[in-house]
């Protein structure tokens, strides 16, 4: 990002096997320059050969999609398209970078933290050339892929993150402290010890994820108005 020249003001991000089609470039850069959109992908919609995209990194991708739409809220088709337009902000904000296949994951991430505007084009996806093969393997790196989504969901939204984490043992704590209760109220003596301490412990483990979680929170948003910071810096430069 340190090589962006100064009057550059869109960035393009394509995958270099030439199996993505560039016919949607102009209108992608008129949503950026007209339509203030910060980042524009590219959705392998339209395919010119069905074994130009695998069965299998066809289900992977959407599989994949939906899980990072559903924790993230955004609603972009193609999570894992290296087909992107990007505005100078955006792309001079972006603090990360990933290698293989997970820089498109903290893209999306990075729009999400930003709340930035992102559209969607149907673009052509290419049949390989003859003899040259996919580097994606479909089973491991959709593994790294989601291991990765699950790391950026509780970097990105800690205070949700820790919160599901803290339920088993908020389950726990609630089941144990039941039990003993129950006899306590019918004997007035605790004799389950152990069960209590347990409960008393878990509820212990529970509280520190959820205030990990807030702590987290309120980093994250001195980080996320830094980056909104360098964003609005570039984008008033090209504005001016």
């Known amino acids: 990002l340190t090589m962006i020249e100064p009057n550059c003001e869109i960035v393009f991000l394509i995958d270099g096997d030439n199996t993505y089609g560039v016919e949607q470039i102009s209108r992608a850069a008129d949503l950026i320059s007209n339509y203030g959109i910060d980042m524009v992908v590219g959705s392998r919609t339209k395919t010119k050969n069905e074994t130009s995209y695998r069965f299998g990194h066809q289900f992977g991708n959407r599989a994949l999609s939906y899980f990072q739409n559903l924790i993230f809220g955004t609603n972009i088709e193609d999570t894992l398209s290296g087909w992107r337009l990007m505005s100078r902000g955006f792309a001079l904000s972006f603090p990360s970078g990933a290698s293989k296949f997970e820089l498109e994951a903290e893209l999306n991430s990075h729009a999400f933290h930003l709340s930035s505007s992102v559209s969607n084009l149907p673009i052509s996806y290419i049949p390989r050339v003859e003899g040259s093969n996919s580097k994606l393997k479909t089973y491991s790196d959709g593994l790294r892929i989601l291991r990765r989504l699950l790391n950026l969901w509780r970097n990105e939204r800690p ?82």
Do not use: H
């Not at 089941?175 to 010890?193: I, M, N, Q, T």
């Open 159 to 240: 205070r949700m993150a820790y919160s599901f984490f803290s339920i088993p043992w908020l389950i726990l704590s609630a089941v144990l402290f039941e039990r003993v209760l129950a006899v306590y109220l019918d004997s007035g003596l605790v004799p389950k010890f152990p069960s209590l301490i347990v409960a008393v412990g878990s509820f212990i483990i529970c509280s520190n994820f959820w205030l990990a979680g807030i702590i987290l929170e309120n980093t994250n948003l001195q980080r996320a108005a830094l980056a909104r910071f360098i964003f609005l810096k570039e984008s008033l430069k090209i504005n001016n």
